[in-house]
């Protein structure tokens, strides 16, 4: 009798765990033009940038940037009314190994002492597609200002069942030369070309 209750307890419990991300996946899941129109902020504890450049040619290498603020104004139904601004805090460069994270935020690299933030500002949102769109803007960093292009893709939105939120979030891509930024130590070794991946939510303030 043990064995069997402690059995289907198991199955209960995997039952109950299955069910849940269907549960959170159904809430997400709305057509783009659904999503309430208004003002929100970047939940930052789950938007995260990643930055890519090619090692010496041996190898693609990868870091993220946390911690994430900044706002966006969304217009479903007319994204070119939408807008953004995005900060991400330098300091907070993280590859996994503290020699070189240390080293990424000296004054030989990003210099995050005199340059504290990367900013993104849109300048232009043009959908693409249905769950699609190009966001031209300018990005800062370094102290330096430069034109940039996005390439959004809709993710999801709806109540976040954790904290009642209304959020919705999305995925982008882009790419930049650091060399124009004034970032240029090892170039070519170290690739001057800069694949960005960015995944963002953003939460409903009004």
Known sequence: MKKTVSIAA?????????GVPSLLVAQASV???????????????HTLAQFGVNHFGFNDFF?????ATGSLVLN????????LDVSLPVSRISTTNATLDSE??????????????????SQKVEQTGPRTARISG??????????MVLDATFGGAGVNPMD??????????GSLKR?????????PAVSDEVQIRVTAAFEKVN
């Open 10 to 18: 198991i199955a209960l419990a995997a039952a109950t765990l299955v």
């Open 31 to 45: 057509a783009p033009e659904a999503v309430q129109a208004g003002t929100y902020k970047v939940e930052s504890s």
């Open 63 to 67: 870091g993220t940037i946390p911690g």
């Open 76 to 83: 479903p139904k007319a994204l070119d009314k939408s807008s």
């Open 104 to 121: 990424l935020v000296s004054a030989d690299w990003f210099d995050a002492a005199t340059y504290p933030t990367i900013r993104f500002v």
């Open 138 to 147: 300018t990005v800062t960093m370094h102290g330096v200002s430069k034109p």
């Open 164 to 173: 009642k939120a209304y959020t919705v979030g999305f995925s982008a891509t």
């Open 179 to 187: 060399s124009e930024f004034g970032v240029s130590k090892y170039v």
